[in-house]
């Protein structure tokens, strides 16, 4: 159709997600996305911290279509997180002071289609593990 003026400013703020309505997943130390035979050797990750807030009267990231976990995301902290990835694994890793003031705080996410292997036990899909929520309390 013809672009107009009116087209070109009827826009609508989306909270949670970027221009292409890609779910923002938070912070994080490592992401492993769209990935096969990836191995994360000797790894430390610390003091992540996400102390964003959502605003009461905004649609979130939990409709969006990309948004696999269906709840709010954008405020969660992680240490790893591993998106539609397959034959991952975690060896020799460090992971602390991961916290999130109005979310989840895990030391590792899958989400979607994800199989990692940690200490020879493998997780599928949207598993988590080694939640350690924290309060943010940590300065500098």
């Known amino acids: 159709g013809e ?4 087209t070109l400013t009827n826009v609508q703020t989306v909270r949670g997600g970027d221009a292409m309505m890609h779910t923002m997943k938070g912070n994080m130390g490592v ?5 096969v035979n990836v191995l994360l050797k000797n790894i430390e990750v610390s003091r992540i911290m996400n102390t964003g ?3 009461p ?7 969006l279509p990309s948004n696999q976990l269906k709840r709010a995301i954008s405020n969660d902290a992680s240490a790893v997180v591993v998106a539609g990835s397959s034959t991952v694994k975690l060896d020799s890793y ?3 002071d991961i916290c999130s003031a109005n979310g989840e705080a895990k030391g590792v ?3 979607g289609a994800a199989t990692l292997t940690v200490d020879h036990a493998v ?6 593990f080694m939640s350690n929520a924290q309060t943010c309390s940590f300065a500098g």
């Open 109 to 111: 996410k899958l989400i």
């Open 3 to 6: 672009v107009t003026w009116d």
């Open 57 to 63: 009267d905004a649609p979130t990231d939990e409709f």
């Open 53 to 55: 807030s959502l605003l």
């Open 94 to 96: 460090s992971i602390s």
């Open 123 to 128: 997780f599928v899909d949207e598993d988590s």
């Open 31 to 35: 992401y492993v996305g769209g990935a």
